[in-house]
Nanobody
Framework: QVQLVESGGGLVQAGGSLRLSCAAS????????MGWFRQAPGKEREFVAD????????YYTASVKGRFTISRDNAKNTVYLQMNSLKPEDTAIYYC????????????WGQGTQVTVSS
């Protein structure tokens, strides 16, 4: 069992930047994947990015590639999502996830943090 707590969400203007943090507590994740999903109003949850906890492998959905960067600090049990060149379409609740599989599923979820990008 793990607990995931997101922080760093907020309101920004289009073109701005924001960094989300996900603090994990409980067990270590060793070779487990961690990542981020998001859910926009009226839409279902979608995959954003993930990272191999032990190896540094990263994978991004096409809509954020080149703008977002996922990273980790294993000593702090923390995963980050640096979001640059934000667009109104990025507005969503962003969820941290652990035990990500196939860039689609996850075993553990955080409560989410709201990101709003104004035009």
């Amino acid at each position: 069992q793990v607990q995931l707590v997101e922080s760093g969400g907020g309101l920004v203007q289009a073109g701005g930047s924001l960094r989300l943090s996900c603090a994990a507590s409980g067990s270590t994740f060793s070779s487990d994947g961690m990542g981020w999903f998001r859910q926009a109003p009226g839409k279902e949850r979608e995959f954003v990015a993930d990272i191999n906890w032990s190896g540094g492998y990263t994978y991004y959905t096409a809509s954020v590639k080149g703008r977002f960067t996922i990273s980790r600090d294993n000593a702090k049990n923390t995963v980050y999502l640096q979001m640059n060149s934000l667009k109104p379409e990025d507005t969503a609740i962003y969820y941290c996830a652990a035990g990500v599989r196939g860039h689609t599923e996850a075993r553990y979820w955080g409560q989410g943090t709201q990101v709003t990008v104004s035009s």
